[in-house]
Structures are given as structure tokens and as C-alpha cells.
């Protein structure tokens, strides 16, 4: 009853821009942390950039490269990203820890993932 839908993502070239969004939908009560994720072929997902209360991290590979940014009343996170480069080329995901109605606790829940790819 609760679920991200991701948008953006596509072919880049080495240098360019590219932004993605996440709305997350459904019976939501409160959402705490949203974030990033990327997975790269052969490779772990790792964490790219996270948003909590505002405070934002971001994985050192990105850092002055991405801006993650929260538009709390649309329940939105996007993910700038600049200087893209062939490394950031991966499969983006969205996260969110979600207290949802009906539930006790918050649980993780996650886009559908979005392929980027960045080009020589």
C-alpha cells in the first residue's frame, strides 16, 4: 500500500546532468530518512546520498558532484547529479523508511530502479 515510483535517469555523456526523482505514495503516516542507492554490474549496492531532517551525507564518490534534496509535501526526494562520470553509470535506486498506517515500526521501502548511463 505504500510505493516509490522513481522517474528520470537515461544515456548521458561524460560531464553532463542528469536528475532523478522518487515520490513515494500510498497510506504513509511519516517518513523519516529517503536516500540513494546505486548498484553497478558486477558490484554491491552501495549508498549514494541520504536525507534526514534536513542533514544530508554523501558517499565520497559524489561529493560536490550530487545534490540530494527533500520536498517534504509532495513526499518527493531527488538526486542532481553533475560532472557525471563513466563510474556513476549504474541501476539508481530510491529509499525510504516509511511508518506506514496500520504498522507499529518504520520499514525500508524501495524504488523500482532507474538505469543511468554515462558515456565517453
Known amino acids: 500500500q505504500v510505493q516509490l515510483v522513481q522517474s528520470g535517469g537515461g544515456l548521458v555523456q561524460a560531464g553532463g546532468s542528469l536528475r532523478l526523482s522518487c515520490a513515494a505514495s500510498?497510506?504513509?503516516?511519516?517518513?523519516?530518512?529517503m536516500g540513494w542507492y546505486r548498484q553497478a554490474p558486477g558490484k554491491q549496492r552501495e549508498l549514494v546520498a541520504l536525507?534526514?531532517?534536513?542533514?544530508?551525507n554523501y558517499a565520497d564518490s559524489v561529493k560536490g558532484r550530487f545534490t540530494i534534496s527533500r520536498d517534504n509535501a509532495k513526499n518527493t526526494v531527488y538526486l542532481q547529479m553533475n560532472s557525471l562520470q563513466l563510474e556513476d553509470t549504474a541501476v539508481y535506486y530510491c529509499?525510504?523508511?516509511?511508518?506506514?498506517?496500520?504498522?507499529?515500526?518504520?520499514?525500508?521501502?524501495w524504488g523500482q530502479g532507474t538505469q543511468v548511463t554515462v558515456s565517453s
Open positions: 536525507i534526514t531532517r534536513g542533514i544530508t
Open positions: 529509499n525510504a523508511r516509511i511508518l506506514a498506517r496500520g504498522r507499529v515500526s518504520y520499514a525500508d521501502y
Open positions: 500510498g497510506s504513509i503516516v511519516s517518513i523519516n530518512d
